[in-house]
């Protein structure tokens, strides 16, 4: 339970840094000193790039987890996916399970998307929210 607190505040700590991250490039940028004032500069120039790798690296991995829970949740995909992945071996095996995996994430994901826009489509925007 310790271990787990601990990971827990260290992982909200990160995220709390990443978010204020701006703030202190700022914050470091508006001093006296010309290499804080570089630093402060290169954090303002670096956040916006940051964030948005954060964004992309953060969908990539949902569609992951969800096709993941999906492919491995229902037992005739997981003994498909486990039958064609059999003989690759080491990281084939890893790799082709991710993309498949991938793959699931983003079909099931289409498929939401596309059930919602039906659902706005025919009740109107108000009844798919």
């Given at each position: ?48 790039w940051l964030m948005k790798g954060l964004s992309v690296a953060g969908t ?48 099931a994901g289409a498929a939401v998307m596309g059930g919602v826009a039906l ?11």
């Amino acid at each position: 339970a310790g271990i787990a607190l601990l990971m827990t505040a260290g992982v909200y700590g990160l995220v709390a840094g990443i978010v204020k991250l701006d703030d202190a490039g700022l914050h470091l940028a508006q001093r006296r000193h010309a290499l804080v004032q570089a630093v402060g500069r290169g954090l303002l120039r670096a956040a916006p790039w940051l964030m948005k790798g954060l964004s992309v690296a953060g969908t990539v991995a949902m569609f992951l987890v969800g096709g993941s829970i999906l492919l491995h949740g229902i037992a005739p995909l997981q003994h498909a996916l486990e039958a064609g992945l059999q003989g690759l071996g080491g990281a084939g095996e890893v790799m082709a399970g991710m993309v498949a995996e991938a793959l699931a994430g983003i079909v099931a994901g289409a498929a939401v998307m596309g059930g919602v826009a039906l659902v706005r489509q025919v009740f109107g925007k108000r009844a798919a929210a």
